[in-house]
Structure formats: structure tokens, C-alpha cells
């Protein structure tokens, strides 16, 4: 099922346009939820307008005068929502997914400037009393990074670094965006003009490792001075790309693959023909004897539940020998997973003797999502999404800056003159002959 959430700070909800623009966020992009922030509308109100908008449940937390006004709204037939706690400026809800096992924390905040500690001693608080996957959708009026901010004052470092240490604490990550850099603008002229990224949305680890897929797209600005901000927890498929050969190093615990790497170099003489023979053959060898360790472990764990069953009613000598046998290859098999995950996720050190396969797959993930090109924008500021067209427009690059328009120029005869120093014929032939026995002593 595509599973999607949009965040927006619409600037007021009683606009003529706040409907219509609704309307075509959830037609463009249907979202399973959507927040609503700086509504400024409340109470009574609040639920009139949300209830013409194409959701069937919400949550309203109360204006502060004319400013606030927070609100979560979604389908009951797509998502089960259990609200756990709100305020003026957050929302927290426990989400479950219709048809799915799916279950995860969802907090929604968006803070006056004057109170956003207020908020960061609720989050930390909420991260001491669970462990569960949790997404944090706000906008925190505060940038991040200097490069989260155009223009203005250059960003406060105190108050970013207690925008980070609230995020540490939380174990809260950024997967990073498609779309255009800022979310916000003051729609000044250049000379004032000012834009940030404060419309975010933070994972932790668990989650990160619930949705390996999910990404952030910042969608078209109009209507109000924010972005809406979608997070596509699983984005429909672009169909199947081809994968890469790539040299697993747990492939060197196994007896049999030195015999794959022989057979290539044997067989075959230029560099190039091994090397496309060695990733065949490796590829094969891989497919049909080494297999997926993943399911090896799945199995090896399936097998000793059946024997250690058996031996509790029958105990028996094979039973038990062969129970040795497959803690011994499980064993094995949890240090070729721990080599596996150790190179992907390209982390250096590690604890010694501790198997934290989840550490290293978290790992894995973020550096995929920061090195994943979802989009990119050619010469005229327009983005390329399509996955085709953004290979074509960076092979083109490549292709620009390793062309040249010089024209070759012939080399000129060597200069040489009858001063130049030369050898004799006796001096030319004690270089070139063999190294005796009295000069290697």
C-alpha cells in the first residue's frame, strides 16, 4: 500500500484558496495523513472547515490569540490513529497502518520561537519513556546548518546547538530531500530576500529500518509562504535497475571461493576477460553455492528449534552431535552477516566481539539515502526526477569537462646539440648486460 504524510504550515486556514489547495495536495499526492500547522483557526471553527476536507478523523490543538492552531487530520480506512498527548504546539499519535503490521510513534509540532525549549524538554522526555520507530514532522522556525539559510543573519549557533542536542537525544535523523533547497521564503526582492529549510521531517533508526525506502520531497510553493513538505514512506517503483557486481569479503570465509578466483585467472589471459569472468563465475558461485546468509541464519535457527525440541523428549547422541554441527556453522554465518554489514555500511571501528548487526544496517541505510541522487537540476533550474534522465545529464557533464576544443599539435623533433652528454659503447654495454654473481654479493 503507498503510504504517504504531508506537513504544511498554511499561513491560515481561512484563506479563500486553503480549501482548493487542500484538495489538490490530497488529489496529486493522496496522502494518508495530513498536518495542518499555523491554521489559526480553533475550537468549533476548526472542525467545521476540516470537516469539508477529504479526511474522515482529526485532532485540533487550541490557537494561542491569532496565532497557532495545529491539526491532524486522515482516513480511518488507511490508518489507525491513538492519540497519546497534545498541546498548543505538538501532537503525539500512535500510527498503524491498515493491513500491515506497521506500527510507529508520529509527533507533530510546530513552536512559537519564545517556547521552542519548551518543546525539546517534551521530545526528550518522550524519548526516555519508549523505543518504538517515531517520525517527527515539524517546523521549528529554526534552521539547522548555515546551509539551511539564505540570505539574513547567519544562524544562531547556540540555538541550533540545542536544536541538535534535542535531536541526539532523541536518536532523530535527517534522510535527506528532493525538490528545492528551502522551504521558506520572506518573498522579499534579492538585496532582502531570505529562505530556509525549516520544514522537516526526522526518523530514528528504527523506523529508518521499518520504511529502508521511504524519502522527503519538497513540493511546489504557492498559496503560502511555506513549502508542503510530502514523505513517501513507500515510493512507487521506477522498475527494476540492474545490479552492480560487488566483491563481498565474507565470501573469503568459505574453502570454495579461492578455486572461483583460480579457474579466471587459468582460463582466460587479458586483465579484462578475467575480470568479466571472475564476476560471472563469482555471481553464479554466489547465486547457487554461498546463498542468501540472511536465510541460511533463518534456516539454521528453524533447524536447531526442531532438535533441541526432539532432544527435550528423546535425547540422543546424533541429535546432540548434530546440534554442535549447527551452532558451529551458525556461528559462522553470524560473522560472514557481521562482515557483510560492516563493509556496507563502510563504518571503521566496532566493539569487539559484539554482533549489533542493526547498528551497522541503520548505518548502511543513512549513508544510502545521503548518497541516493533522487533528483537534480540542469543548466536552466529546472529539475529532472526521471532516474534515465538524471544518468544522461551527469554522463553529459562528465562528457563537458573531459572534451576539449584545442586542436592537437604535432611534437616537435627532440633538440640536440653536440655539447649533450652521451655514453660509450663499453659504458652502454655494463649497463644493459646481467647482474653478476660478485655485484648481487
Request: overall charge neutral; some cysteine; proline content about 3%.
Amino acid at each position: 500500500m503507498i503510504m504517504n504524510i504531508i506537513i504544511w504550515n498554511c499561513r491560515g486556514a481561512l484563506k479563500p484558496s486553503f480549501q482548493t489547495h487542500v484538495r489538490e495536495l490530497v488529489h496529486n499526492h493522496n496522502p494518508a495523513i495530513l498536518v495542518l500547522m499555523e491554521t489559526k483557526v480553533g475550537g468549533e471553527r476548526a472542525r467545521e472547515i476540516s470537516g469539508r476536507l477529504p479526511f474522515d478523523n482529526a485532532i485540533h490543538t487550541n490557537t494561542v490569540g491569532y496565532a497557532g492552531g495545529l491539526w491532524m487530520l486522515w482516513n480511518s480506512d488507511r490508518v489507525e490513529v491513538t492519540s497519546l498527548a497534545n498541546t498548543e504546539q505538538e501532537i503525539h499519535t500512535i500510527i498503524k497502518v491498515m493491513n500491515s503490521d506497521s506500527c510507529w510513534l508520529f509527533t507533530a509540532a510546530s513552536p512559537k520561537s519564545a517556547e521552542r525549549h519548551i518543546l525539546w524538554d517534551n521530545l526528550n522526555k518522550v524519548a526516555e519513556l519508549h523505543n518504538m520507530p517515531w517520525v517527527l514532522a515539524t517546523n521549528f522556525n529554526e534552521p539547522l546548518l548555515d546551509d539551511d539559510k539564505f540570505g539574513g543573519r547567519a544562524v544562531s549557533i547556540n540555538r541550533s546547538l540545542h536544536f541538535k542536542d534535542c535531536l541526539d537525544n532523541c536518536n532523530m535523523m535527517d534522510i535527506g530531500f528532493s525538490g528545492p533547497r528551502f522551504t521558506w521564503t520572506n518573498k522579499r526582492e534579492v538585496q532582502a530576500l531570505i529562505q530556509e529549510r525549516i520544514d522537516r521531517f526526522f526518523v530514528n533508526p528504527n523506523w529508518c529500518l521499518l520504511f529502508p525506502e521511504a524519502k522527503v520531497v519538497h513540493l511546489t510553493r504557492c498559496h503560502s509562504d511555506h513549502c508542503p513538505v510530502l514523505l513517501e514512506l513507500t515510493p512507487a517503483s521506477r522498475g527494476a535497475r540492474k545490479r552492480l557486481f560487488k566483491f563481498q569479503t565474507c565470501w573469503l570465509t568459505d574453502l570454495t571461493f579461492p578455486k572461483v578466483v583460480s579457474q579466471a585467472w587459468e582460463q582466460t589471459h587479458s586483465l579484462a576477460e578475467v575480470v568479466e569472468k571472475f564476476t560471472k563465475d563469482a555471481g553464479l558461485w554466489n547465486k547457487v553455492h554461498f546463498g542468501n546468509i540472511f536465510a541460511k541464519n533463518k534456516n539454521i535457527k528453524a533447524r536447531l528449534n526442531g532438535i533441541q525440541r526432539a532432544v527435550s523428549v528423546k535425547p540422543s547422541s546424533f541429535l546432540l552431535n548434530l546440534e554442535q554441527d549447527l551452532l558451529k556453522e551458525l556461528d559462522l554465518i553470524l560473522r560472514q552477516e557481521e562482515e557483510l554489514w560492516t563493509m556496507k555500511s563502510r563504518v571503521n571501528w566496532m566493539i569487539q566481539g559484539e554482533r549489533n548487526t542493526g547498528f551497522y544496517h541503520a548505518s548502511t541505510l543513512i549513508r544510502r539515502k545521503r548518497n541516493q541522487i533522487l533528483a537534480i537540476k540542469d543548466a536552466m533550474g529546472e529539475w529532472i526526477y526521471e532516474e534515465a534522465e538524471v544518468k544522461a545529464f551527469i554522463r553529459n557533464g562528465f562528457n563537458d569537462i573531459y572534451t576539449t576544443s584545442l586542436s592537437s599539435v604535432s611534437r616537435s623533433e627532440a633538440y640536440s646539440t653536440q655539447w649533450q652528454a652521451s655514453l660509450t659503447e663499453e659504458e652502454k654495454a655494463n649497463i644493459s648486460g646481467g647482474v653478476s654473481d660478485a655485484e648481487v654479493k
